[in-house]
Every structure is written in structure tokens, then in C-alpha cells.
């Protein structure tokens, strides 16, 4: 039957402080790595990418962070605010001419006033 | 921008009833998928659509899900008949070109089968 209860994992940061979401990844294959931020009730929205060939990339207070060694991929967040509280994914895309998003489990971020 | 356009938004039916779920995708996107968001997990693509062809439909279960995009625009995800694992969320995106990876998302309809 179904679980009862959700195990999300959650990351509680204090307004104002940066936040680090991490996310492991399977397929050493894919060739670019995604983040969603989904807040309750709406569809997952696009964060910021990277393709497989970088190791970090910047956007407007986030940063991607991309270890290919230990397939691993972490979305930093700087002077996190109450709006970017919402689940985060991250997403990895198969390589080749398909467009197959992986996704992988989320992360809760509860940013406290 | 209007973004991905789904409707309904809820849908609560009884078991072995059918569904239907409906997307229009953003204007001039010719890719559109369709996910299936279980609580607290990730979207599972169910089906992929270049224009009016079905390119990936391998997750879909095909018994009882069906799918159509006519017109290479708006599409509908039915489920008939619905059974008590169908509850979830069912999403809707779009991208422009079959390689982008930028995926926009509709707001998903979320279906409970009692």
C-alpha cells in the first residue's frame, strides 16, 4: 500500500544567509544538469543550468557547483529570502538528440524570518 | 508571456471512471510533454510530443492512458479507466526545439481517484 507520510529532505535557513542544496546524480552520460524551484501549488520553474563540460556556473544570487568525480551537483542560493522557499529538483538530461529530463527526489528549503 | 495553460486545475473521481486532462503549450513550442508528479517526488515524463508525433511514449501505460496532439498544438492526456494509483499530479511543458533542454511548466492538474 502507500507510505504514509512524506520524507522530504529539508534544509531550515535563517533569512539572509546562503543556502546549499545538493543533489546526486546517476547517469555519467548526461550532458546537462538542471535545477527547478516548484512552489506549493505551481509547476516546476527553470533555475539555472549547466552543461557536463563546466564546473560552475552564475546566475542572478545562485550558483551551480558540478563534481563529474562523484556525480554530484549542488545549487547555491546567496542571502536566501522568504521568497525562495519552495521544493527544489534537480534534473539531468540524457545525452544525444533526446530531450529526457531525469529528475531527482526534492529538497524542501523553509527560509525562517 | 502566457505561460502553459492546463485545465482543470482539480479533478477528484471515482475509481474506473475515465479523465481527461488538457494543455496548451506556449505559443510557437513545438515539444510538449507530459509528467506525472507523485507527492514529494520529481516529474516522471510520461509522453513526448515533436509537433503532432509521439517520439517517447515508452513510460506511458498504454492499457489505459492515451494521448493526442492533433493539430501539433494543444494536447490531451486521458486515463480510462482510472484506478486508485493514478492520484498525482499531472504536469504539462513545453520547449522550443526538440533539444531544448529549458523545459516551461504548466501549473498540473491534480487528480484524486477515491
Known amino acids: 500500500g502507500e507510505s504514509v507520510g512524506l520524507h522530504l529532505p529539508t534544509l531550515s535557513v535563517q533569512e539572509g544567509d546562503n543556502s546549499i542544496i545538493n543533489c546526486a546524480y546517476s547517469?555519467?552520460?548526461?550532458?546537462?544538469f538542471i535545477w527547478y524551484k516548484q512552489e506549493s501549488g505551481k509547476g516546476p520553474q527553470f533555475i539555472i543550468d549547466?552543461?557536463?563540460?563546466?564546473d560552475k556556473r552564475q546566475g542572478q544570487r545562485v550558483t551551480v557547483l558540478l563534481n563529474k568525480t562523484v556525480k554530484h551537483l549542488s545549487l547555491q542560493i546567496a542571502a536566501t529570502q522568504p521568497g525562495d522557499s519552495a521544493v527544489y529538483f534537480c534534473?539531468?538530461?540524457?545525452?544525444?538528440?533526446?530531450?529526457?529530463?531525469?529528475f531527482g527526489t526534492g529538497t524542501l528549503l523553509a527560509v525562517q524570518p | 508571456e502566457a505561460g502553459v495553460v492546463q485545465s482543470p486545475r482539480y479533478k477528484i473521481i471515482e475509481k474506473k471512471q475515465p479523465v481527461a486532462f488538457w494543455c496548451n503549450p506556449i505559443?510557437?513550442?513545438?515539444?510538449l510533454y507530459w509528467y506525472r508528479q507523485n507527492l514529494g517526488q520529481g516529474p516522471e515524463l510520461l509522453i513526448r510530443?515533436?509537433?503532432?508525433?509521439?517520439?517517447?511514449d515508452s513510460q506511458l501505460p498504454k492499457d489505459r492512458f492515451s494521448a493526442e496532439r492533433l493539430k501539433g498544438v494543444d494536447s490531451t492526456l486521458k486515463i480510462q479507466p482510472a484506478e486508485l494509483g493514478d492520484s498525482a499530479v499531472y504536469l504539462c511543458?513545453?520547449?522550443?526545439?526538440?533539444?531544448?533542454?529549458?523545459?516551461?511548466f504548466g501549473p498540473g492538474t491534480r487528480l484524486t481517484v477515491t
Open positions: 511543458a513545453s520547449s522550443w526545439g526538440q533539444t531544448s533542454y529549458e523545459q516551461y
Open positions: 547517469n555519467s552520460a548526461s550532458d546537462y
Open positions: 549547466i552543461r557536463s563540460n563546466m
Open positions: 534534473a539531468e538530461r540524457k545525452g544525444g538528440a533526446t530531450n529526457k529530463l531525469i
Open positions: 505559443s510557437g513550442h513545438n515539444t
Open positions: 510530443y515533436e509537433n503532432e508525433e509521439a517520439v517517447d
